[in-house]
């Protein structure tokens, strides 16, 4: 494939002038430049730009240098997989959960574990999702599940009902929320809140241990495969 100066192609798989033993190499691209057809000159505009080739600039602009995302970091060499390798590790750096955020999160999971067992008659609460396995990011929700309430197998209805029964244990708790909602017309019936106080997002199901299982194998391959 025939190239300018910079490197650039000049085509993509169609033949040029410049593609020596091509059966179209005598071809001009432009049928407007073939011998005794002459352009017309373009019209003046007043101000406006002109779109003839004599506002094109004479030549390409020079490339700026690559910026960086942190201003405090430079990488060595031209490698662009171990640059990608060492802006994953940053990121991972810049984003971990802090020692703080992580005691606030277990704090109010173990508030929501004392309404759900004086709501639901001694139910108990299980993590699972990205806070299980410690992949949340700071704006993460909290998704628990409510298990041995006695409802396993047991309708959508009645699960909704115990759901119900849930949100009233958390308007009248000692701590405050908001945005509470029940959503029993999903497939997965929930309550959904934001906890005032640290401002979370909390997603609360009942017996559905799907999540469960995959945040156990999600924990398994972390633990493999650290990397």
Known sequence: MATSS????????????????????????DPSRA????????????????????????????????????????YQGDDALLHLHEDLLDFWHAFRPTRAEQAA????????????????????????????????????????????????????KQRARALHSLAGGLRGASWRVS????????????????DALTGIAVDVCIETKDGLVSSSLSKKAAQQFPA
């Open 105 to 156: 999160r277990n704090a109010l999971v173990k508030r929501v574990r004392k309404v759900v067992a004086d709501s639901l008659h001694g139910a108990d609460v299980k993590v699972f999702g990205s806070f299980s396995t410690g992949l949340y990011l700071p704006e993460s929700d909290i998704d628990l599940v409510c298990v041995n309430t006695g409802l396993e197998g047991a309708s959508k």
């Open 179 to 194: 945005e509470l909602e029940v959503v029993d017309t999903a497939k997965v019936p929930i309550v959904k809140f934001v």
């Open 6 to 29: 910079d490197g650039l192609p000049l085509s993509y798989g169609v033949p040029t002038s410049l593609d020596a033993g091509s059966s179209f190499a005598q071809l001009p691209l």
């Open 35 to 74: 011998a005794g057809v002459r352009r017309p000159e373009p019209a003046p505009l007043g101000d406006m730009v002109m779109l003839g080739e004599s506002s094109l600039p004479p030549a390409a602009a020079p490339r700026r240098a690559p910026s960086h995302w942190c201003a405090s970091r430079r």
